[in-house]
T-cell receptor, first 113, second 108 residues
């Protein structure tokens, strides 16, 4: 079975721009979660989508948003980028059970200049 | 929210040595996972272990849920074991809370 895939793997943007990251879960998985990793704050939960609905949301400003499509693929968007948004963004997928093993993708490394 | 603390923060070992990494959490959990983050940033699943003991080759893990801690054992360490080890827990769906990690360096 193919693992979680994320595109693009690397991205460079400037302040004020917006960015869209994509995540394709493991086949059959309906839950997709997003995490941000920075040296200062560590790994933090952004949001989770299940069957096209946001099920949980972390403590991030409204500039961070996401969505999930009917094929379970998910996108996250960050608008009005700030320098502090530079981070590794990780996506995880999990199976149908509400609390289940999460499998992570390789991440998208975003640099904001 | 739930707090997760990992110790030690840094660990340097000689190849062949054994080690124990600890994860303490502040509340009851219904999911606990151990991950190894490779040099490219990907989190590799090691164990899903909300309670009990599991073994996979040279790695094993034990979670004592009633006392709110988990241990990851690495035996006969190899240089390829180097990296950062994370413990993550949740008591609410799939919203994982991560510890700060243990950075392991195994010297040849």
């Amino acid at each position: 079975k193919a693992g979680v895939t994320q595109t693009p793997r690397y991205l460079i943007k400037t302040r004020g721009q917006q960015v869209t990251l994509s995540c394709s879960p493991i086949s059959g998985h309906r839950s997709v979660s997003w995490y941000q990793q920075t040296p200062g704050q560590g790994l933090q939960f952004l949001f989770e989508y299940f069957s096209e609905t946001q099920r949980n949301k972390g403590n991030f400003p409204g500039r961070f948003s996401g969505r999930q499509f009917s094929n379970s693929r998910s996108e996250m968007n960050v608008s009005t980028l700030e320098l502090g948004d530079s981070a590794l963004y990780l996506c995880a997928s999990s199976g149908p059970v509400k609390t289940d093993t999460q499998y992570f993708g390789p991440g998208t490394r975003l640099t904001v200049l | 929210g739930i707090q997760v603390e990992q110790s030690p923060p840094d660990l340097i070992l000689q190849e062949g040595a054994n080690s124990t990494l600890r994860c303490n959490f502040s509340d009851s959990v219904n999911n606990l996972q151990w991950f190894h983050q490779n040099p490219w940033g990907q989190l590799i699943n090691l164990f899903y272990i909300p309670s009990g003991t599991k073994q996979n080759g040279r790695l094993s893990a034990t979670t004592v849920a009633t006392e709110r801690y988990s241990l990851l054992y690495i035996s006969s360490s190899q240089t390829t074991d180097s990296g950062v080890y994370f413990c993550a827990v949740t008591n609410a769906g799939n919203m994982l809370t991560f510890g700060g990690g243990t950075r392991l360096m195994v010297k040849p």
